[in-house]
């Protein structure tokens, strides 16, 4: 059992280039940390796991959809 679980707290969501892009804000040991969550319709991940400032976050999570519209699709036959 998880004592203190992490729920996420969700301080600014935007859409870039089709994805749904939700930054989260959390706080450990006093440092404030973001991470940012990429959803689009085929499902979701976590674009940034940690970043130390809001900006960085943003920032890395543009480059991470940026990245996955830049590789082709797997086609499942």
Same mark, same amino acid.
């Given at each position: ?45 976590? !674009? ?6 809001? !900006?960085? !976050? ?5 480059r ?8 082709? !699709?797997?086609?499942?036959?």
């Open positions: 059992m998880i004592l203190n679980p992490d729920y996420p707290h969700i301080v600014w969501s935007f859409t870039y280039r089709g994805w749904q892009l939700e930054v989260d804000q959390s706080e450990e040991d006093g440092q404030v940390l973001y991470a940012v969550w990429a959803n689009h319709e085929a499902g979701c991940a976590i !674009a940034v796991p940690c970043a130390l400032t809001q !900006a960085e !976050a943003i920032k890395r999570a543009k991470y959809v940026d990245a996955r519209m830049n590789t082709p !699709a797997i086609k499942i036959v």
